[in-house]
């Protein structure tokens, strides 16, 4: 990689500001300094360093949100806050973006990365890849809404969703669930609900796959990087039927 496109991927500027950069001879591979912006280095190999500081080099950031309300799922918007806006400038100079979307008042657990191809992956009709949500229902929930949600109920728009797994936790005028679906379309938990005749309050997503929100590590609005076998289940994510 060429050491130009090294330092901007990690936040030293433009390749414009890197070329001054260069020119002051701060920046050395492995104790020689290096001016010409068009020298290649192999950040897993050489011992890279900016002012004596040592730059850490990644090709993929893979992070997990715990997302607040009143955030959109994107990477930029004119008007309103992005969840990109959460994170810290070492980690946004690696231009993740979120894997899928949640509402913007919805919260909980969101993955973001710059992977597009696991992104791909897990976001693709054929993988099936779970999401579970808890909900707080406005109406009481009952057997006939899990066998309804089991066969697949008719959205507004005549889409009849995929089979899905309703848990009732608690019924009665306002009812709490979980719901695991295995696709995701526009709405879809709220549009569900309303096919029965309820209305969804609250909606936090609390597992991906094999990615599970732990509440007690990760506040509302806190982030991590996930860890390497984190990152392989993910990969090694297989379709379910529910």
């Known amino acids: 990689m060429r050491i130009d496109k090294l330092l901007a991927n990690v936040g030293f500027g433009s390749r414009k500001d890197v070329k001054k950069l260069l020119k002051t001879g701060v920046v050395k591979a492995d104790g020689e300094v290096i001016k010409d912006p068009k020298i290649h280095v192999n950040p897993d190999e050489q011992h890279v360093t900016v002012n004596g500081e040592t730059i850490d080099y990644k090709e993929f950031i893979y992070l997990l949100m715990n997302k607040p309300a009143g955030y959109l799922s994107a990477t930029e918007d004119d ?141 509302v609005g806190e982030y991590r990087e996930l860890t390497e076998d984190e990152v392989e289940e993910l990969r090694q994510a297989q379709p379910i039927n529910l």
Do not use: C, W
């Open 79 to 219: 008007v309103q806050k992005t969840v990109i806006d959460l994170l810290e400038m070492e980690d946004a100079v690696y231009q993740p973006f979120p894997v899928g979307r949640l509402d913007k008042d919805t919260e909980g657990l969101l993955l973001l990365t710059n992977d597009g191809q696991l992104s791909h992956q897990l976001l693709s009709p054929k993988k099936h890849v779970p999401k579970t949500y808890f909900a707080t229902i406005l109406g009481e929930v009952t057997e006939e809404d899990i066998t309804a949600f089991k066969k697949g109920v008719t959205l507004d728009d005549g889409y009849v969703t995929k089979p899905a797994k309703l848990e009732i936790l608690t019924s009665g005028s306002q009812s709490t669930i979980h719901i695991t679906i295995t696709e995701g379309k526009y709405h879809q938990v709220k549009r569900m609900f309303e096919a029965v005749g309820k209305k969804v309050t609250y909606l936090k997503r609390i597992a991906m796959g094999p990615i599970i929100l732990d509440e007690e590590e990760l506040k």
